[in-house]
């Protein structure tokens, strides 16, 4: 019996992974293989190693994220079923609305899919009173920091950069003399980022100043090394759209910025998101092996490994039509403007998650591809998508609630 | 499946700009051909290619349709939608007169006298390079409004002054046929009346396609 139900769970966790790849991981790396930066098989091999990278290296120890702070597990101590089940209630919740979101072509974010459907099964088992709402709360609060100031910072850098470079009578003097003050800014921001987001989850305990201190030297000589491989560097024509001419240096240089930019996007994702298929996973195998419940669960190497390797997958295989399409429709997307739209979600999520404002990468994304759409970098952008991009949003949690409640309801009446 | 982020963008007009543009270069090569063969009289070759370019014409009426009907309010372009819709109307006025010059033509097959015969020849000539360089002006603003750089931006403004250029040219052909045509042919009001109005539709084809690269011109206006 444990077995069937561990294998279950494996495959539910799996489903879920899966479509965090097609859905999430596919926008992120959207934009860098829509503006020729990369190709789409160099996205989908930096995606499955930094991916699994980021969740082995940096997305363990996953302490109260298992159910997400929401519930208190201890209360369903008597019962550890029941937190089984309600686990795997909320992990089929979660999966089948970021199906369903993926189907519709909807970015929505996968965590708030997980923290919705956990909310549903938390009411019916330990109930309303218990759950913490302040969550909620700032999940809503989300929806409107996440694109407001990705937007500001992806249109803002998109405008500083038009005024000040591209319109640069010699942009190749340009490239040269902006070279090293762009690649000081991306490492500095990327190694930041990298430190407090990507391996918040080691808990390290460095100050700012400290890191801030070690970062600048290092971003200073990534600097000088950079600028000189910059001007070495000389890119084949876009695989996608064969015959576009060649790249300026100007954008060349913002071409091979992208790779490190979603480099860390694809890392960061999985440090951040594959713990939203893993974590509940682990709950399940914690229940199913120790028969209790266990306050923090750690979450094996090999599960986080697996989930990431299971995300990437899902990104070859429902992912590379997304970002295939990006890539061929999207024919305004240069590498300057994919620089702009993925640096300017990177550094958003940074400052954010410094400041404590919820965030969500799919959201800051979307804000960030706006923002430089309303300063007119972005070609046809249509608005009307705009707002079923926000319905959806705004549907995550009450559907994954309903979700979950009505699935830990059937398991409960069928297994129990 | 629809797709994701990608659905915030919004199929270019541009790509169906080209479209029409490049329909608007064909009929002006026909057009050119049709004035020779009407000229040599070969009216069979005449209305062959008059029939070719009424084709064209409403090819090119289906993908200016398709471009109006697919902009819906709630859509953001890079340039002014306004602007962008004035050109396309521009664009395909050229294309109009073409059309209604060849089928003025057509109502006297020997209408053109031995007298005025080379200074037609050279106002037809006049009208065809301001069409051709729209279609050239339409593919630099589809790199333009993609990766724009500077220097892509003055070579379209000087395009846009090549346009108005012959545009003037093509004024100062028109003002002196006139009047070769009141001079010479006083006697006969029919032919001044259809080669007057020739001449003036003519004129027409080279102001619409000025004023198209007028509005191209403020479109890429900083």
Known sequence: MDTLILSIATLVGLYMAVNIGANDLAN????????????????????????????????????GTISKGIIDPSLLAGDPNRLMIGMFASLLAAGLWVNLATYFALP????????????GFGILSVGASAVTWSKIIIIVVSWITSPAVGGLLGGGLYYLIEKRM???????????????????VVFLVLILSFIFKGLKNLHLNVGFLQTFLLAIPVSMAAAVAGSWWVRRQARPECELRPGQEAFSPLDRLFAQLQVLTACYVAFAHGANDVANAVGPLAAIFSVVTTKAVALKVEVPIWMLLGGGIAVGGGLLAFGTRVMETIGKNITEL??????????????????????????????????????????????????????????????????????????????????? | MRLLLSSLFYKSPFENLQKHADKVRECARLFKQAAVFHLRGESAKFEETTDQVARLESEADAIKRNIRNHLPKGILMQVDKFQFLQYVREQDKVLDEVEEALFWLSFRPRGIPAEVSQDFEDLVEAAI?????????????????????????????????????HEKESD??????????????????????????FVEIVGNISDHAQNAADRMRAMVAK
Not at chain 1, 169 to 175: G, M, Q
Request: proline share 4%; net charge positive.
């Open chain 1, 28 to 63: 992120a790396m959207g934009t860098s293989v829509g503006s020729c930066a990369i190709t789409l098989k160099e996205a989908v091999v930096i995606s499955i190693i930094a991916n699994a990278l980021g969740a082995t290296l940096a997305g363990g120890y996953v302490t």
């Open chain 1, 108 to 119: 929505v974010s996968t965590s708030q899919a997980i923290v919705g459907a956990v909310v």
């Open chain 2, 129 to 165: 390079p301001p069409i051709e360089k729209l279609s050239d002006l339409v593919a630099m603003a589809t790199v333009f409004f993609r990766a724009g750089s500077k220097e892509q931006r003055t070579r379209m403004k000087s395009l846009v002054n090549d346009i108005r250029q």
């Open chain 1, 166 to 184: 591209m319109s640069a009578t010699d942009p190749l003097r340009a490239s040269r003399r902006y070279a090293p003050f762009m690649i000081f």
């Open chain 2, 172 to 197: 100062i052909l028109e003002r002196d046929l006139k009047l070769k045509i009141f001079a010479t042919l006083k006697d006969e009001p029919l032919m001044v009346f259809h080669l007057v109005r």
């Open chain 1, 334 to 416: 240069t590498p300057m403007r994919g620089f702009c739209a993925q640096f300017g979600a990177a550094t958003t999520i940074l400052i954010c998650s410094r400041l404590g404002l919820p965030i969500s990468t799919t959201h800051v994304l979307v804000g960030s591809v706006v923002g430089i759409g309303i300063m007119r970098g972005m070609g046809t952008l249509d608005l009307r998508v705009l707002k079923n991009i926000g319905l959806s949003w705004l549907v995550t949690l009450p559907f994954t609630i309903l979700l979950s409640m009505l699935l830990y309801e059937l398991f409960v009446f069928f297994l129990l």
